[in-house]
């Protein structure tokens, strides 16, 4: 981050009577994160405004500054003030002037074995104040930790999402809570979840110090479920020192995964240079720590986790198996022309209609949200929202049916053109791409295209898929919407797809 400059900020808003606003330092979901200066005390701060477009409740702006507020620790970010701003609540917090862990992996610079363990033992007692205070951080990744630059010193942030315990990972309203690849398998499949849920978001983190990615990134969403909940976790040989703890923090029994205490001692034998054997690890209960954990008993908690994890998330591996083999084949794009070959998952970044939870066509669940890219739409019931830049996609709990959108600036061909060039191409892009058709037709009564074809699919993932897609022109906007689900489920596909596009609304400038 650029220093600090009180000259930067003349001239720039003034909100709370006494907070002149800066340069933008960060955006999410929400809104934006900017420098400001206290002209009041003369520091420096960081302010967190609301776009007013976002879908975001203010409400939850409130909640999460009263959260930080009973958690005071050196390593959790510190909330000075709430004031109004375009008639939404802006949170004034303090100002760590560097950037997070996740601008320094994107940097290429993974932190040593040792410096991974330093940062480990701030970020787990943050987590054990937030703990004592019955507060979940439920989003534990490099995006909220803030290193800052002089000292060193690691800040958790954002606690937008956190709660008290026995939340789980779906809202009321059936949306996604968290990152996929830094959550625990336990609030994965919406089980009760306690303080080890964030510890293993922590094991997960320190992967990514250390390689530069969480172990669970995968080409899709059902792929990232089907690792965490199935696969074999083999921490990279890079993070040295550090498995042994990393084991222990990523046991996918709540009940038996490794304790704070006992996490933190091992990890301060690493930044001392030790190197505990692995045969050492005792990895106590959650009993033995002290910590607790909400819900049921662990004997009917291991009961939830063993049986009806397994069938819950069966669906899931049978569709993921072999998705990350297929690393340039991860999710049915729209007509773009090619697959893309990363998918990005972030955290709530939609809201949803109370009364949208009841049965659709087919009896298909539904749910409408309010995208921060500028849409609302209605999407499968629990889907789990992801990006790879323009695009945004939906996915169903079960990793099988997609809602896609992309909105951009009409190219040149218009809507007819894209779908014909996609075509085209479908063979090179899609494999196995046959039954493709393309129709010049209007959407409430604009200029439209419709494409439909079928695709091999992802290995091992029920077998060929079926996407219908179509693109119209809006005021210079290109809207594309597509649904996609295996062939043996192409009638979903179509019901969604119908259902998506009838309930689509631009909320965007």
């Known amino acids: 981050m650029a220093s600090y400059n009180g000259s930067e900020q003349a001239g720039h808003e003034l909100i709370g009577g006494r907070y002149r606003l800066g340069e933008r330092l960060g955006q999410g979901g929400m809104g934006v994160v900017r420098r400001a200066t206290d002209e009041l005390l003369g520091r420096p701060v960081a302010v967190k405004t609301l776009a007013l477009d976002s879908g975001a409740d203010p409400a939850g702006a409130l909640r999460e500054a009263r959260v930080v507020a009973q958690v005071r620790h050196p390593h959790v970010i510190v909330v000075h003030d709430v004031v109004e701003h375009d008639g939404m609540p802006a949170l ?77 990972t779906f809202s009321r309203t059936g949306v996604f809570i968290g990152t996929p690849e830094y959550t625990a398998p336990e609030r994965m499949q919406g089980d009760d979840a306690g303080p080890a849920s964030d510890l293993w978001s922590l094991g997960a983190l320190l992967c990514a110090a250390t390689t530069g990615a969480s172990p669970f990134r995968r080409d899709s969403i059902g792929a990232v479920l089907h690792a965490i909940v199935y696969e074999e976790i083999r921490p990279s040989e890079r993070l040295g020192p550090l498995v042994p703890v990393v084991q222990g923090l990523l046991e996918r029994d709540p009940d038996r995964r490794l304790g704070a205490p006992e996490a933190r001692r091992m990890l301060a034998a690493c930044a001392a240079g030790e190197e505990p054997a692995a045969g050492d690890v005792h990895v106590p209960t959650l009993r033995e720590t002290g910590l607790g954990e909400a819900g049921a008993p662990p004997a009917a908690r291991r009961r939830r986790l063993t049986v009806p994890l397994v069938a819950a998330a069966l669906a899931v591996c049978v569709a993921a198996a072999t998705v990350a083999v297929l690393r340039g084949f991860q999710d049915d794009g729209p007509a773009t022309g090619a697959l893309p070959t990363r998918t990005g998952s972030s955290s709530e970044t939609s809201t949803t209609t109370p009364a949208s939870q009841a049965k659709g066509p087919g009896g298909f669940r539904s749910r409408e949200v309010t995208d921060e890219s500028g849409f609302t739409v209605r999407v499968p019931y629990g889907a789990i929202r992801s990006t790879d830049g323009e695009r945004v996609f939906y996915t169903s709990p079960d990793g099988a049916v997609r809602v896609g959108i992309r909105i951009r600036p009409i190219p040149s061909g218009g809507a007819i053109g894209v779908m014909r060039s996609s075509d085209a191409s479908g063979p090179k892009d899609y494999p196995g791409y046959r039954d493709g058709t393309v129709e010049e037709t209007t959407h409430q009564g604009l200029p439209a295209a419709r494409w439909e074809f079928s695709w091999n699919g992802f290995t091992g993932a029920e077998g060929p898929r079926h996407i219908e897609d179509i693109c119209w022109e809006q005021g210079g906007t290109l809207y594309d919407l597509w649904a996609s689900a295996p062939v043996s489920r192409s009638e979903e596909a179509r019901i969604r797809f119908d259902e998506a596009l009838a309930s689509f609304r631009a909320t965007g400038g």
């Open 92 to 168: 004034v917090m303090e100002l760590v002037d560097g950037g997070s862990l996740a601008d320094r992996l994107a940097a290429g610079e993974v932190l040593s074995p040792r410096e991974a363990a330093r940062l480990g033992i701030d970020l787990l007692d943050a987590l054990s104040a937030a703990h004592a205070r019955d507060v979940l951080h439920r989003d534990v990744k490099p995006a909220n930790v803030l290193l800052e630059k002089d000292t060193g010193r690691a800040v958790l942030t954002d606690f937008g999402i956190a709660s008290l315990p026995g939340a789980t």
